[in-house]
């Protein structure tokens, strides 16, 4: 058994929630925009936090200092991604936006070179043009005829993967430093604060706030955004830093191919999407060009008393 097992079967938990959100999300704008869909899932997402800490009140003993460290991480994740990935959804698919969002470890390892210094072999450099020629392709024939609004809504989904890609690196050192409950906690609080301002703001401008707790009356939104809020924004930020604390943001990031997976399943079996010969394409070169990535990589290592990254020589 691999000694970071648990870190595996955490994120194996997190792809598998990642990937059904996409359905979630796409019920949830069904009802409500998105905005308020935004300030709904994490006000409930706060709440469930909140209770967490009445049970380990040392999750929040942190000052300015740590606040200021840890906002521009709540910002790549969870204000960025969820609010660039809500969005792109109204003008998306959940299964295009799954295929997209699988080049998340190619962001990663790019990012990871150029801020953590990680060699990238020769092989790995095809396997991410191949990536790459995969996205582009998608996004082309999604630009053809009627498919302008796909064209806009995946490349919001791309935005998303950049953001999610940011929180992969800069995430790995901070959970090196903060307990994962703390990091959790003020990732949730950024996103209730920022959500929930823009929200109410809107509608206290335009006088409809009556119409801001209205998606609650209908039991598929309740679902969904429980859903959403509990599982897909509370326990994913904190199995993610848990993961990230275990073992390196290149390996983590990988696990984002399971739920494109799980992503595109969910969108044929219970919102009866369709899927052309071009989806299978430009995900089998996405995909291919992923594994290939981290296939012939190299490992990264965290040492702790010098606070830095080493790296082992690639194959």
């Known amino acids: 058994m691999p000694e970071n097992w648990k870190a595996y079967t955490a994120a194996i938990i997190y792809a598998f929630i990642i990937?059904?959100?996409?359905?979630?999300?796409?019920?949830?704008?069904?009802?409500?925009?998105?905005?308020?869909?935004?300030?709904?899932?994490?006000?409930i997402a706060l709440i469930g936090?909140?209770?967490?800490?009445?049970?380990?009140?040392?999750?929040?003993?942190?000052?300015?200092?740590?606040?200021?460290?840890?906002?521009?991480?709540?910002?790549?994740?969870?204000?960025?991604?969820?609010?660039?990935?809500?969005?792109?959804?109204?003008?998306?698919s959940s299964s295009e936006a799954g295929i997209v969002q699988s080049t998340i470890p190619i962001f990663t390892l790019i990012y990871a070179r150029i801020f953590l210094k990680e060699k990238v072999t020769s092989l790995q450099l095809i396997a991410i043009s191949l990536s790459v020629c995969g996205v582009v392709y998608l996004l082309f024939m999604n630009s053809t005829g009627t498919q302008v609004t796909n064209l806009i809504g995946n490349g919001l989904i791309l935005l998303t993967a950049?953001?999610?890609?940011?929180?992969?690196?800069?995430?790995?050192?901070?959970?090196?430093?903060?307990?994962?409950?703390?990091?959790?906690?003020?990732?949730?609080?950024f996103g209730f604060i920022v959500f929930n301002t823009i929200a109410i703001g809107n509608h206290v401008v335009s006088g409809t706030i009556n119409q801001f707790y209205q998606p609650f009356m209908q039991i598929d939104f309740i679902v969904s955004i429980l859903y959403l809020s509990i599982l897909s924004s509370l326990v994913?930020?904190?199995?993610?830093?848990?993961?990230?604390?275990?073992?390196?943001?290149?390996?983590m990031s990988v696990f984002s191919n399971l739920?494109?997976?799980?992503?595109?399943?969910?969108?044929?079996?219970?919102?009866?999407?369709?899927?052309?010969?071009?989806?299978?394409?430009?995900?089998?070169?996405?995909?291919?060009?992923?594994?290939?990535?981290?296939?012939?990589?190299?490992?990264?290592?965290?040492?702790?008393k010098s606070k830095s990254f080493t790296f082992e020589k690639g194959n």
Do not use: C
């Open 236 to 251: 994913t930020s904190y199995l993610s830093n848990y993961v990230l604390s275990k073992i390196e943001a290149s390996k």
């Open 162 to 189: 950049i953001s999610a890609s940011f929180y992969n690196v800069f995430a790995r050192k901070l959970t090196q430093q903060y307990a994962l409950g703390t990091l959790t906690y003020i990732m949730t609080l």
């Open 49 to 92: 936090a909140t209770i967490a800490v009445l049970f380990n009140k040392s999750i929040l003993k942190i000052n300015w200092r740590d606040l200021l460290k840890i906002m521009p991480l709540a910002l790549l994740y969870p204000i960025l991604y969820f609010a660039l990935q809500v969005f792109g959804l109204a003008h998306t």
């Open 19 to 43: 990937g059904l959100s996409f359905l979630f999300v796409k019920i949830t704008l069904t009802v409500a925009n998105p905005v308020d869909i935004l300030a709904h899932r994490f006000t």
């Open 259 to 304: 739920s494109t997976l799980i992503t595109i399943l969910a969108g044929v079996i219970f919102l009866y999407e369709k899927l052309y010969l071009y989806h299978l394409i430009g995900a089998i070169a996405i995909i291919i060009g992923v594994v290939g990535t981290n296939y012939f990589g190299q490992g990264s290592h965290y040492n702790k």
